[in-house]
């Protein structure tokens, strides 16, 4: 408890003052701010890289891209045209005539597992295609999954239907 020294009734007792004392708390909270105005600029992660600037034209997008397709039954196509993995390399190079430096825009259905999206990545590196792009849809702000194929991110034709969701019982 804390007295007060104003008004004296003749007494020696000190009456209770019930004010909150702030000046401690204020002395705490400004120790507190220098502490932390002096650590923020320390804990900070700062690299100092004088990156070079490029001076070369950007890549010119290819007039008829490549599309391969891996559905959801591991099956292959260009388009909408099924090629077969053992034919894969003969069918790319056909459309590419024969140049394997053509980027291969690669799309999978959500129901295919990493590892075969990986074995088709390994087929077209073994055909020699070794710039592989992965296509994916942009999800909408405040969306969780992909556009719904209503609001596709690209051309109809470019667009791979998504399998139907399994409902948990």
């Excluded at 003969?90 to 053509?102: H, P, V």
């Excluded at 129901?111 to 992965?134: F, H, T, W």
């Excluded at 994916?136 to 399998?163: D, H, K, T």
């Amino acid at each position: 408890m804390a007295g007060s020294l104003k008004a004296s009734t003749g007494t020696d007792d000190l009456a209770d003052n019930h004010e909150i004392n702030v000046t401690p708390f204020i002395d705490v909270m400004l120790v507190l701010l220098i502490i932390f105005m002096v650590a923020a600029p320390l804990s900070t992660v700062d690299v100092a890289v004088d990156l070079p600037a490029s001076n070369t034209q950007p890549q010119p997008r290819p007039s008829e891209p490549i599309f391969l397709t891996v559905k959801s039954d591991l099956t292959l196509a260009f388009g909408n045209d099924p090629v077969g993995r053992d034919a894969l390399k003969s069918a790319l190079d056909g459309k590419t005539q024969g140049k394997t430096d053509e980027r291969v825009f690669l799309r999978a259905d959500k129901a295919v597992s990493y590892g075969d999206l990986m074995e088709v990545m390994n087929l077209l590196r073994n055909a020699g295609y070794l710039k592989i792009a992965l296509v994916g849809l942009e999800a909408m702000p405040g969306e969780g999954g992909a556009r719904p194929p209503s609001a596709p991110a690209s051309p109809p034709s470019a667009v791979v239907p998504a399998a139907p969701a399994s409902q948990p019982q």
